[in-house]
């Protein structure tokens, strides 16, 4: 059992990081990657990914040191900082060649990602603040940690480990990812970048510790995921027809109808009656531009395409008891068992 013990400075020191750095969220890609699909079943993106794989052999065993430097390489890519130093020529030359191989798997399989990513970690936030102003830090903090409890001002996490961890004052960051699963896991910074550099000026307390937890301890996030494409969110089609979403996502810059009929692969009169109905609901607006006419999304359309992540409540049921607040346990007990 992992124990962080708080004291009252270290309560109000405590908040969430700001983003983390892609590399360390490439990492735990490769240790989800790993294991067994969650639910026994691959998500589009464990398949895309398990694809690329697939196709570069040659990167394995490079990519296996990385998973087995974890435990140095973590610290120092959630500090920003992306080459280990400090070691000798044959271990240093090794972390390069892995963290290469990180760098590409990264490329490939992580930053085509990163707008649904970021919309998975902005809500994750923002849950997380809400429920710190409705019920306190300590509710939040058995609920947003898989495996979590806090007594006495101490915070409890069943990982695996036996350890004491005291914080001295200098507060806890904590920092969602989207691809770690299971329990969260608590990371120590290295010292350089807890402190001041310069001799001259005062220590600056900033948190020793991290602590990483899963947006999904259960290894579902990932199954949200879609590529940064102009694709339209995966309900809108629902919402508006396929081919009609399609024309929606396709004005984000101003097209012509013939534009519009060429890049679907559609009649320039179906795509003009698509555009007619998408303009008469508000969500394009439509002006003459010579002999011509373009279409481009409203504010309210650019709001449907870019609407917010599904809840986690939507994919993932196990999660609805841990995001819910008190009062929303019996509504999250609904969905749950719908």
């Given amino acids: ?20 750095h892609q590399e360390a969220e490439a990492l735990f890609a490769l240790e989800l990657l790993a294991g067994p699909p969650p639910h ?79 919309g998975l970690l902005r809500d994750m936030r923002r849950c997380y603040s809400e429920m710190v102003a409705d019920h306190g830090l300590a509710t939040t903090l058995e609920r947003m940690q898989h495996r979590a409890s806090w007594a006495a001002e101490t915070l409890s996490v069943a990982d695996g480990t036996d350890r004491e961890v005291y914080l001295d004052g200098r507060g806890l960051a904590f920092l969602p990812s989207v691809f770690h699963r299971g329990a969260p896991r608590l990371v120590t910074l290295p010292s350089r970048f807890t402190e ?21 301890p259960h290894g579902l996030a990932s199954g949200t995921l879609v590529k940064d494409t102009q ?38 009169t179906t795509a003009s009656e698509h555009a007619s109905v998408l303009r008469g609901s508000g969500l394009i607006a439509t002006i003459r531009n010579g002999n011509s006419v373009l279409h481009e999304v409203t504010p309210l359309g ?7 992540a599904d809840p986690a409540r ?25």
């Fill in 314 to 338: 939507l994919w993932c049921p196990n999660c609805a008891h841990r995001l819910a607040g008190p009062s929303d346990d019996r509504e999250a007990e609904l969905i749950t068992h719908s």
């Fill in 40 to 118: 026994g079943r691959a998500t589009p993106w464990i398949s895309q990914a398990r694809a690329w794989m697939r196709a570069h052999p040659f990167r394995h065993p490079d990519l296996q040191r990385a998973r087995e430097l974890q435990g140095d390489l973590l610290p120092l890519l959630l500090a920003g900082h992306d080459r280990p130093d400090g070691t000798e020529a044959p271990a240093e030359e090794e972390s390069r060649r892995a963290l290469t191989a990180l760098s590409e798997f990264r490329k490939a399989c992580v930053t085509p990602y990163q707008a649904s990513v970021q």
């Fill in 302 to 308: 650019a709001m449907m395409l870019n609407s917010p």
């Fill in 196 to 216: 001041s550099p310069s001799p001259d000026q005062a220590i600056e307390q900033r948190p020793t510790h991290l602590m990483v937890f899963p947006v999904c």
């Fill in 231 to 268: 694709r339209p969110p995966r309900l809108l089609p629902q919402l508006l027809g396929r081919t009609r979403a399609a024309v929606l996502s396709q004005l984000t810059r101003p097209r012509s109808t013939s534009e519009l009929s060429g890049a679907l692969r559609i009649s320039v």
């Fill in 1 to 20: 059992m992992l124990n962080v013990h708080f004291t009252h400075e270290d309560i109000a020191k405590t908040h969430m990081a700001p983003a983390g």
